[in-house]
């Protein structure tokens, strides 16, 4: 399979890709494979029917400039803020509403039932508003104390 050499949006904000067998593929879209476990490597770039046009293994062995266009492309896609402190819970029943920090700022939003924390390691959960907006905690054991001790309430 042909490696990435270009990926570049024209002037309505469409992805084009270019390959080195010279190939252009317009109207691409970057796609991780394992966007919590692994999300700097297992990238696919498909075209507008889904169709795999270049796998990148390594995000990190790419070329600079290439590398910032595959991670500006991924973030355009993807919506997952992490949470890095939770605030405050407005009660300890569901639903209840949270505000919390992010590393996008901060937010407020309702929990419909612990069932909507999902632990996917013995460290990382998400936790699913009730619009269906994903929140993710990376590390649970590096939430501040308070942090902890809401989101036990719920575990």
Do not use: Y
Request: glycine share 6%; with cysteine.
């Amino acid at each position: 399979m042909s490696t990435l050499t270009s990926l570049d949006r024209d002037e309505r904000g469409i992805l084009h890709a270019k390959l080195s067998d010279g190939s252009l593929h317009p109207g691409v879209i970057a796609v991780r494979a394992f966007p919590v476990r692994a999300p700097d490597e297992a990238i696919s770039i498909v075209d507008g029917q889904g169709q795999e046009v270049c796998w990148i293994e390594h995000l990190q062995d790419m070329a600079p400039a290439l590398r910032t266009n595959v991670s500006q492309a991924l973030q355009s896609r993807e919506f997952m803020p992490e949470i890095v402190r939770v605030e405050k819970v407005s009660s300890f029943a569901t639903p209840s509403v949270w505000h919390v920090h992010t590393n996008r700022g901060t937010c407020d939003f309702t929990l419909k039932g612990e069932e909507d924390i999902r632990r996917l390691s013995a460290n990382t959960l998400i936790v699913a508003d009730a619009h269906g907006v994903q929140f993710l905690i990376r590390d649970l054991p590096s939430l501040d104390a308070h942090s902890r001790k809401l989101l036990d309430r719920f575990l």
